[in-house]
């Protein structure tokens, strides 16, 4: 592996120009592709098959065609001023002309007056109007929204309060681009300290910013093709950006040291991509393999999410090991401190391969293993115990600042009508098996009327067929009460004595049960994804090492942060610890896709951090050093790399936390301190000391093993027997052999 990774450094380095020109076609086209290529068109495919809500929204699609149950809706709330009331002759008038008006508005359905829905409240301070769309939100001309604008404006000019709610008119979140901007500004300052060079600052940013233009331009070109969109491309630019920077961090840093250890620079570059390129390719399998386990979650848009992003990482794995050598190629002396470049070679200092803070950590550490084993884990422990409590849901309008429209008459309806009303279930009967449908129905609307928690329900209304009947049940508390959650499984469990009393069955549906079911789904799969990608991980791990225990001390480093993280999530965005500090208005259930996210953007980062680390200490084992000497090369070498990729991925994530949403504010925070656990905690603190405490045992494989599992060098093995042949280093034999005498003892 090194040795093939090193002739392609070197091939890349001297083919530079041919090298750049095959990239730049490569964004030309897959550009020119996203440019010409169609909208990606809804296939039709559920969000998640199988949960009782989605199955029973299928139906209602089935079973009453043309009722654009997932079409566009807009509920509009009126509220009188203090000591008045909608019913007065004046305010009347003006909601009986808003719903006239909007009846005739294009794309739209129908409308409902709050004056004949009975949607007035009893003290008749609030009341609303329902209007329903043929068309999906998305699907919504901006003729027909500002027809509604126009009319809600018109009521409110009557004196009227007039908020909308809804998906019609839902606010857009702000733009990303003002955190983006100020995440890559900050790490374009750590790497200029870093490194000392704005052109070895700027060339990860660079290249990481090619890859996920790339990346994207081929989700949008495909689309069409695949039903991928920008959304399912979220996470294919996070983690595009994260892993690209840190790839070509760590091969450029290695270029600068080789350059320091006296090679010219084409065999610098075949060097770097030997070594650090062998651990980018191990790094980028990890990261696929996290990635493609989000299909055992069982959510179609997940799957292709994760499989987005697995293409995301594949190219930069790509870039790092061809575009970074043939972009160092072009400017070899570019990336030099400047004291070095007159001189065209780095020394040592430069290099930072003396005595230096990474240096003095390791060797502190080396001497108090236990109190700094036992301080990390502790403190970790500790902040991972609310994640016991996390519950999961899908946070609504009651998530979003007091400053949009939706969050103010979600307000106002749980004022004026209680807090359930802003989340009705729906429920569809199916009467096919009855002998009198519309009694069957009602027996059953009855039946959940009498059910404690529901405060009312409305008539069954049946369909054309006269075989399926449709009404809703308002619940006593709000969408994201966890007493709600427990009421859908109350009149869930009645379903068995009603079928045997009517002859029909009944699902749960609408948004608050799609919402309830979708995080029970995805809490239950959160396991099983854990399971398979650690289990994954440690055989890659076990490849790349050649070592039994220090897999499984990296995976249980990266479960020790990430349920660090999710504990310290909770805690603020559950419980309100300290959420006034971050801005945050609502607390309550964490949105649902969020630890999925969590696990696999900060799997990919952990496993980069535990393999650019560990691999330089097997590198060192390896070619004759003792262990704990081993641990202060692999920091001297590698800590402040890891310690730069870290401070930028944290400086991009934080970004998101000045978000005005919630579930962006969520995922930026969540982020962030997963880094900041991960590596500094676990791969600074503990990873060290575990490996002290170890000493040779970490290294050590079971000779079966150590036959069977394949030799991937990838601490460049071959590449110091090529230079033992030049008089310089130590062939494999004589390397490996600290390793083989552990085995056999």
Known sequence: ???????????????????????????????????????????????????????????????????????????????????????????????????????????????????????????????????????????????????????????????????????????????????????????????????????????????????????????MALGGVFGLTMTTGTLASMLGLAVGIDYALFVVSRYREERA???????????????????????????????????????????????????????????????????????????????????????????????????????????????????????????????????????????????TTERRAYDALADGFGAGFNGPLTVVVDAKGADDPKSAARTIAEAIKGTDGVVSVSPARLNAAGDTALFSAVPATGPSDETTKELVQSIRAERPGLEKDTGATFEVTGSTAMNIDVAGALQDALVPYLTVIVVLALLLLLVVFRSVLVPVKAAFGFLLSVLAALGTVVAVFQWGWGAELLGVEQTGPIMSLMPIFLVGIVFGLAMDYEVFLVARMREAYVHGERPAQAVVTGFRHSARVVTAAAVIMIAVFSGFVGSGESMIKTIGFGLAVAVLFDAFVVRMAIVPAVLALLGEKAWWLPRLLDRVLPRVDVEGAGLTSQAAGAGVGAGPADSEAPAREWARS
């Open 261 to 403: 250890n006296g090679h010219e620079a084409r065999e610098a570059a075949g060097l770097a991509v030997g070594t650090a390129g062998s651990a980018v390719v191990f790094a980028g399998l990890t990261v696929v393999i996290a990635l493609a386990g989000l299909s055992v979650v069982g959510v179609p848009m997940l799957t292709k999410m994760g499989l987005c992003a697995a293409g995301a990482v594949v190219v930069a794995v790509l870039i790092a090991l061809t575009l970074v050598p043939a972009l160092l190629g072009m400017w070899p002396n570019a990336v030099l401190a400047r004291r070095a470049r007159k001189r065209g070679v780095l020394t040592t200092h430069d290099a930072g391969a003396v005595r230096n803070g990474g240096t003095r950590w390791a060797r502190f550490v080396l001497r108090r293993p236990v109190p700094v084993l036992l301080a990390g884990v502790a403190g970790l422990g500790v902040l991972a115990l609310p994640a016991a409590q996390l519950e999961m849901g899908m946070p609504g309008d009651e998530a979003k600042p007091t400053s």
């Open 1 to 219: 592996m090194a040795t093939f990774l090193y002739r392609m450094g070197r091939t890349a380095f001297r083919r530079r120009w041919l090298v750049a020109l095959l990239w730049a076609v490569i964004l030309g086209a897959v550009g020119a592709g996203a440019a010409k290529a169609p909208a990606a068109a809804d296939d039709g495919t559920s969000f998640m098959p199988g949960i009782e809500a989605q199955k029973a929204f299928d139906l209602i699609g089935e079973r009453f065609p043309g009722s654009a149950a997932n079409g566009a809706g807009a509920r509009i709330v009126f509220i009188a001023p203090d000591g008045e009331k909608v019913t007065a002759p004046k305010y009347h008038a003006a909601i009986d002309k808003l719903v006239a008006e909007t009846a005739e508005g294009p794309q739209v359905d129908r409308a409902v007056s709050p004056f004949k829905a009975n949607a007035v409240s009893e003290d008749a301070s609030t009341a609303y109007a329902t209007v329903t769309y043929k068309v999906k939100a998305d699907d919504l001309t901006d003729v027909g929204k500002s027809a509604l604008e126009k009319a809600i404006q018109q009521a409110r000019d009557t004196g009227l309060t007039v908020e909308a709610g809804g998906t019609a008119l839902a606010t857009e979140p702000a733009a990303g681009g003002s955190a983006e901007a100020i995440g890559i500004a900050l790490a374009a300052v750590v790497l200029l300290v870093t490194f000392g060079s704005l052109a070895a600052a700027g060339l990860p940013l660079l290249t990481a910013v090619i890859g996920v233009g790339i990346s994207m331009a081929a989700v």
